[in-house]
């Protein structure tokens, strides 16, 4: 963890939002991603903002000497009528990453073991945590410019270059609407829950080369927008450093999710999905929308 | 005749003296601009407890370094520094240990420590300690100076009877030194507080040392004054018959002399004979030297002859603790003692040894020589320990009663525990944070049937609990007090066994019984076995309901402290029951019990006379309004 020291003469101010590179982009160590966050919880109008949160979903970006690393959690929202806030297992899962990657006790290569420290944290808080949630984690590893990834749920991320998906995460799911989680139940239920081990994500590592466009999202985004729609978008900002403008994508992108999500007409592709399943739905599905929109400067 | 020689002043004005008035004073030679820099800490050297495991980084030592993550909300949260104890609470349980050698001059008492290390070397000015949670325990601040490579106190205070429950930057006013430094020592006492105490950061606000000030520091210890000595040469005169005219002064001159002087009274009318410290008999001398701390014993012996065969003999180097001299302790002493010290029972060394003050050669030679006979050993957090120090220790003292190695997580294969098989009669073994083979352990509660007291808190994960309850039950039944904070694989089985153990005053589950539903009957058993009972912690053991709160009601009449944190499951009527059958009760934690709220614990306070703790909660919390 590096100090901080300044003079009183020279104090600078370090900007805390979605805009990492506004903090002297001459230092920064390459690769390194550019990265903006936008979204809107489902009560979006009833709702305090809250920073790293959109309604039960979470998400952080962090950056260490070694790599930089963001990931979206999904809080599952069934445990509300047990009187648990899905909100707070998700928020913490991805505060405490956060700091496990601030700190440099990660592995850069596996990001799944960062999952599975997080946690593990989760059993020492005093105040206990409870609840569930999907997670979708991916480390750019400065070393040699590779992604690793580490999916459970159905969160997920999508990789453009070149005008073309070239990697995308699979869904994972043990039926229709109930993806793999990670989850701590309360004592005593542990049988009657579905909880995954962090081991059980998927994996994917690769190359990336300088202009990759990638997003990771949760299924808020990837239920409502059609994946042509969401190549449209993210072709557009290929190899695009201003975080500015990246931005503005990011606020495009979740706009259109929240838009297809409350129109009640729209063949979204969750509807599609349902009707594989014998199920007639049509229309969107209003849900937690996160958006984490990177760029990989070489 | 007194030849000099060529002296110069170095460009350096880094006196040594601490009298603020002469750093005032700079040859033109000095020019670089002062620059002011405030620092957060890097690095945690060391650290005496902390309330999570090591392999977390909630409540641990590390929090304390970088920027403060919490600062300026209250509350108790696991991205702060915590301790493992507050309060007296753990000095009137039944494992207490009393420290060694009270005699010992400590004008304020020190229960915990942790030493940070900071980036860049600064005269220091100013430390603020950003306290997150119960401000108040921290009562010394020193400062580790390469120079002279010794420990300063910056500051010290008795600590806070009461301060204000809220976030405080503390900024106490520092002694002014002006010698580089990176290293910052915070010392706590935690008699006065109410719970556990937080730190989130610390900042070190000091004047800049560039490497040359320090290299040049480094090199000109002395001051002017005294390099200017050193440069001075003394040639002796010779006298012609000096030895002569000597012996001649002393026959004729020197009462004359000592009458002039005013060193001999006047002939008085009375010839009664004046008795001096001197004429006592060595056993009086003894008995008034052994209320005497160490120090002053060393100071005593300096005075003259017969004053130091009193007090170098070994009689007054029985019981020897060092731990209120961490600083100075150095091998030097250690050599002293070792020719003094040969009738030694016990020996605290704690905390003592960092920055290799202390080798191991010279630790091995004081156990060789003295140590045979020893009963108590306290040995935390020395860094000197290597696996030569254990094995000599293991083949010394086979006596050993009390065997204290706190805080060795870290070296697990540099630590050669093997010495303890040959240990026969411990009765207290306390290996707190300490990583230890788990066959070894259970071999030596196996040839320790008077084992009274154990810790095992935070030890490693390879240790699995319920294998040493069912070794406890089967040899250690006369066992009193056993700690298991944080320990790891006990469940029902474990506590099953330790039913056996009816002389069992104190248990500490806390964190433990991860894997359970709810302890249920097997713990009903436990406390039904062992009615002694006076304190147990069964801190976060999510499991626990209010059937088992009924048993705690039914069984443990002599109840005096009990942890309920972080346990969901209990309700207002359960407690209430304990409070009302458990009339000696004097602790009861409830933090994080949802169910629970604060006016009724206010209330409950004042009718029991009980210590009910609960965790903070914000004034504008919803489970305020009711």
């Given at each position: 963890m590096q100090s901080l020291c300044w003079t009183t003469r020279f104090v600078t101010r370090a900007l805390r939002s979605g805009f990492s590179t506004l903090?002297?982009?001459?230092?920064?160590?390459?690769?390194?991603?550019?990265?903006?966050?936008?979204?809107?919880?489902?009560?979006?109008?009833?709702?305090?903002?809250?920073?790293?949160?959109?309604?039960e979903d979470a998400w952080f970006t962090a950056r260490s000497s070694v790599a930089d690393v963001i990931g979206v959690a999904d809080g599952v929202g069934g445990w509300r009528s047990y009187g648990i806030d899905p909100g707070e297992f998700s928020s913490f899962l991805m505060k405490t990453c956060e700091r496990l990657v601030n700190c440099a006790s990660f592995n850069p290569q596996k990001p799944v073991s960062l999952l599975a420290y997080s946690y593990c944290e989760l059993l020492e808080q005093k105040k206990p945590i409870l609840g569930s949630s999907t997670a979708c984690v991916l480390i750019l590893n400065r070393e040699n410019s590779t992604v690793y990834t580490a999916n459970i749920g159905d969160s997920g991320f999508i990789v453009v270059r070149k005008g073309e998906i070239v990697h995308r995460s699979e869904e994972q799911q043990h039926y229709f609407n109930t993806p793999f989680q990670l989850s701590l139940p309360p004592p005593g239920h542990g049988d009657n829950v579905l909880s995954d081990s962090p081991e059980s994500a998927d994996t994917l590592s690769f190359n990336v080369k300088d202009g990759d466009v990638i997003l990771v999202a949760t299924d808020g985004v990837f239920d409502n927008v059609p994946t042509k729609l969401l190549l449209d978008t993210l072709k557009e900002v290929e190899g695009e450093q201003d975080?500015?403008?990246?931005?503005?994508?990011?606020?495009?992108?979740?706009?259109?999710?929240?838009?297809?999500?409350?129109?009640?007409?729209?063949?979204?592709?969750?509807?599609?999905?349902?009707?594989?399943?014998?199920?007639n739905a049509i229309g969107g599905k209003p849900d937690d929308i996160t958006v984490v929109l990177a760029t990989v400067v070489l | 005749m007194i030849s000099e020689a060529d002296t110069s002043l170095t460009s350096s004005e880094d006196f040594t003296t601490d009298d603020g008035v002469l750093d005032e004073i700079r040859t033109s030679e000095v020019t670089h601009q002062e620059v002011i820099i405030n620092q957060f800490a890097q690095k945690v050297i060391d650290f005496s407890s902390q309330y999570g495991s090591d392999t977390s980084i909630s409540y641990t030592a590390y929090n304390i370094t970088g920027r403060p993550s919490k600062f300026p909300d209250y509350g108790d949260f696991p991205e702060t520094f915590a301790m493992r104890t507050y309060g007296r609470w753990w000095d009137v349980a039944p494992s207490t240990m009393q420290e060694l050698q009270p005699s010992n001059f400590l004008d304020i008492p020190i229960h915990d420590f942790i030493v940070v290390e900071f980036?860049?070397?600064?005269?220091?000015?100013?430390?603020?300690?950003?306290?997150?949670?119960?401000?108040?325990?921290?009562?010394?601040?020193?400062?580790?100076?390469?120079?002279?490579?010794?420990?300063?106190?910056?500051?010290?205070?008795?600590?806070?009877?009461?301060?204000e429950r809220r976030p405080r930057k503390f900024t106490p006013p520092l002694r002014r030194v002006c010698q580089p430094t990176k290293i910052i020592r915070l010392e706590f006492n935690h008699i006065f507080l109410d719970y556990f105490t937080e730190i989130d950061g610390i900042v070190l606000t000091g004047r800049k040392c560039d490497a040359r000030e320090i290299a040049d520091s480094r090199k000109s210890r002395k001051g002017p004054i005294l390099r200017k000595l050193e440069s001075v040469q003394f040639k002796l005169r010779q006298i012609e018959n000096h030895n002569d005219i000597l012996m001649e002064f002393l026959a004729n001159d020197l009462g004359n002399f000592m009458k002039e002087a005013g060193l001999v009274a006047e002939d008085k009318e009375d010839n009664t004979p004046q008795l001096t410290l001197k004429d006592l008999p060595c056993e009086i001398l003894f008995k008034i030297l052994s209320y005497l701390d160490l120090v002053s014993i060393f100071r005593t012996a300096q005075v003259c002859r017969k004053l130091y065969d009193v007090a170098t003999d070994p009689f007054l180097y029985q019981e020897i603790n060092l731990k209120p001299y961490w600083h100075s302790a150095c091998d030097d002493l250690l050599?002293?003692?070792?020719?003094?010290?040969?009738?030694?029972?016990?020996?605290?060394?704690?905390?003592?040894?960092?920055?290799?003050?202390?080798?191991?050669?010279?630790?091995?030679?004081?156990?060789?020589?003295c140590?045979?006979?020893?009963?108590?050993?306290?040995?935390?957090?020395c860094k000197f320990i290597n696996a030569g120090c254990m094995e000599v220790v293991g083949s010394v003292c086979v006596n050993l009663k009390e065997l204290c190695l706190r805080n060795y997580s870290k070296s697990p294969s540099v630590l050669n525990f093997h010495c303890l098989k040959n240990l026969r009669c411990l009765e207290r073994l306390d290996l707190f944070r300490t990583q230890i083979d788990s066959d070894?352990?259970?071999?030596?509660?196996?040839?320790?049937?008077?084992?009274?007291?154990?810790?095992?808190?935070?030890?490693?994960?390879?240790?699995?609990?319920?294998?040493?309850?069912?070794?406890?039950?089967?040899?250690?039944?006369?066992?009193?007090?056993?700690?298991?904070?944080?320990?790891?694989?006990?469940?029902?089985?474990?506590?099953?066994?330790?039913?056996?153990?009816h002389d069992l005053e104190e248990v500490d589950f806390g964190w433990c019984l991860r894997e359970e539903a709810s302890p249920g009957e097997s713990l009903k058993i436990l406390l039904r076995g062992c009615p002694r009972l006076k304190k147990v912690f069964l801190a976060a053991i999510r499991g626990i309901n209010d059937r088992d709160l009924e048993n705690i009601t039914e069984f443990c009449p002599n109840l005096e402290q009990l942890d309920l944190m972080g346990v969901l499951g209990i309700t207002y009527d359960m407690c209430y029951k304990i409070l009302s059958k458990c009339n000696k009760l004097q602790l009861l934690d409830l933090s994080f019990c949802d169910q629970i709220d604060e006016i009724q614990t206010a209330l409950w306070r004042d009718v029991f006379g009980v210590s009910i703790k609960r965790n903070f909660v914000p004034p504008d919390h919803p489970s305020f309004i009711n």
């Amino acid at each position: 963890m590096q100090s901080l020291c300044w003079t009183t003469r020279f104090v600078t101010r370090a900007l805390r939002s979605g805009f990492s590179t506004l903090i002297e982009p001459n230092n920064k160590p390459k690769p390194h991603f550019v990265s903006v966050v936008c979204g809107f919880p489902k009560d979006f109008h009833r709702s305090k903002y809250k920073l790293g949160k959109y309604g039960e979903d979470a998400w952080f970006t962090a950056r260490s000497s070694v790599a930089d690393v963001i990931g979206v959690a999904d809080g599952v929202g069934g445990w509300r009528s047990y009187g648990i806030d899905p909100g707070e297992f998700s928020s913490f899962l991805m505060k405490t990453c956060e700091r496990l990657v601030n700190c440099a006790s990660f592995n850069p290569q596996k990001p799944v073991s960062l999952l599975a420290y997080s946690y593990c944290e989760l059993l020492e808080q005093k105040k206990p945590i409870l609840g569930s949630s999907t997670a979708c984690v991916l480390i750019l590893n400065r070393e040699n410019s590779t992604v690793y990834t580490a999916n459970i749920g159905d969160s997920g991320f999508i990789v453009v270059r070149k005008g073309e998906i070239v990697h995308r995460s699979e869904e994972q799911q043990h039926y229709f609407n109930t993806p793999f989680q990670l989850s701590l139940p309360p004592p005593g239920h542990g049988d009657n829950v579905l909880s995954d081990s962090p081991e059980s994500a998927d994996t994917l590592s690769f190359n990336v080369k300088d202009g990759d466009v990638i997003l990771v999202a949760t299924d808020g985004v990837f239920d409502n927008v059609p994946t042509k729609l969401l190549l449209d978008t993210l072709k557009e900002v290929e190899g695009e450093q201003d975080a500015v403008k990246l931005q503005m994508t990011a606020n495009t992108i979740a706009l259109m999710a929240r838009s297809l999500a409350f129109d009640s007409e729209f063949m979204s592709p969750f509807a599609i999905n349902a009707r594989k399943n014998n199920i007639n739905a049509i229309g969107g599905k209003p849900d937690d929308i996160t958006v984490v929109l990177a760029t990989v400067v070489l | 005749m007194i030849s000099e020689a060529d002296t110069s002043l170095t460009s350096s004005e880094d006196f040594t003296t601490d009298d603020g008035v002469l750093d005032e004073i700079r040859t033109s030679e000095v020019t670089h601009q002062e620059v002011i820099i405030n620092q957060f800490a890097q690095k945690v050297i060391d650290f005496s407890s902390q309330y999570g495991s090591d392999t977390s980084i909630s409540y641990t030592a590390y929090n304390i370094t970088g920027r403060p993550s919490k600062f300026p909300d209250y509350g108790d949260f696991p991205e702060t520094f915590a301790m493992r104890t507050y309060g007296r609470w753990w000095d009137v349980a039944p494992s207490t240990m009393q420290e060694l050698q009270p005699s010992n001059f400590l004008d304020i008492p020190i229960h915990d420590f942790i030493v940070v290390e900071f980036e860049e070397f600064v005269i220091p000015q100013a430390i603020s300690i950003y306290e997150t949670y119960n401000p108040g325990a921290i009562v010394k601040i020193w400062g580790y100076f390469n120079t002279t490579e010794s420990w300063q106190c910056l500051w010290s205070a008795l600590p806070d009877l009461y301060v204000e429950r809220r976030p405080r930057k503390f900024t106490p006013p520092l002694r002014r030194v002006c010698q580089p430094t990176k290293i910052i020592r915070l010392e706590f006492n935690h008699i006065f507080l109410d719970y556990f105490t937080e730190i989130d950061g610390i900042v070190l606000t000091g004047r800049k040392c560039d490497a040359r000030e320090i290299a040049d520091s480094r090199k000109s210890r002395k001051g002017p004054i005294l390099r200017k000595l050193e440069s001075v040469q003394f040639k002796l005169r010779q006298i012609e018959n000096h030895n002569d005219i000597l012996m001649e002064f002393l026959a004729n001159d020197l009462g004359n002399f000592m009458k002039e002087a005013g060193l001999v009274a006047e002939d008085k009318e009375d010839n009664t004979p004046q008795l001096t410290l001197k004429d006592l008999p060595c056993e009086i001398l003894f008995k008034i030297l052994s209320y005497l701390d160490l120090v002053s014993i060393f100071r005593t012996a300096q005075v003259c002859r017969k004053l130091y065969d009193v007090a170098t003999d070994p009689f007054l180097y029985q019981e020897i603790n060092l731990k209120p001299y961490w600083h100075s302790a150095c091998d030097d002493l250690l050599i002293s003692l070792t020719k003094r010290a040969t009738l030694l029972k016990k020996l605290d060394l704690s905390w003592c040894g960092l920055f290799h003050s202390i080798t191991a050669p010279v630790f091995k030679d004081l156990v060789r020589t003295c140590c045979k006979n020893l009963t108590h050993l306290r040995l935390n957090s020395c860094k000197f320990i290597n696996a030569g120090c254990m094995e000599v220790v293991g083949s010394v003292c086979v006596n050993l009663k009390e065997l204290c190695l706190r805080n060795y997580s870290k070296s697990p294969s540099v630590l050669n525990f093997h010495c303890l098989k040959n240990l026969r009669c411990l009765e207290r073994l306390d290996l707190f944070r300490t990583q230890i083979d788990s066959d070894l352990l259970l071999m030596t509660l196996r040839y320790n049937p008077t084992l009274k007291h154990l810790n095992l808190g935070i030890c490693s994960a390879t240790v699995n609990m319920d294998d040493v309850a069912i070794q406890i039950s089967r040899y250690n039944r006369s066992i009193v007090s056993i700690d298991m904070w944080k320990s790891h694989y006990l469940s029902s089985v474990g506590l099953l066994a330790l039913s056996q153990c009816h002389d069992l005053e104190e248990v500490d589950f806390g964190w433990c019984l991860r894997e359970e539903a709810s302890p249920g009957e097997s713990l009903k058993i436990l406390l039904r076995g062992c009615p002694r009972l006076k304190k147990v912690f069964l801190a976060a053991i999510r499991g626990i309901n209010d059937r088992d709160l009924e048993n705690i009601t039914e069984f443990c009449p002599n109840l005096e402290q009990l942890d309920l944190m972080g346990v969901l499951g209990i309700t207002y009527d359960m407690c209430y029951k304990i409070l009302s059958k458990c009339n000696k009760l004097q602790l009861l934690d409830l933090s994080f019990c949802d169910q629970i709220d604060e006016i009724q614990t206010a209330l409950w306070r004042d009718v029991f006379g009980v210590s009910i703790k609960r965790n903070f909660v914000p004034p504008d919390h919803p489970s305020f309004i009711n």
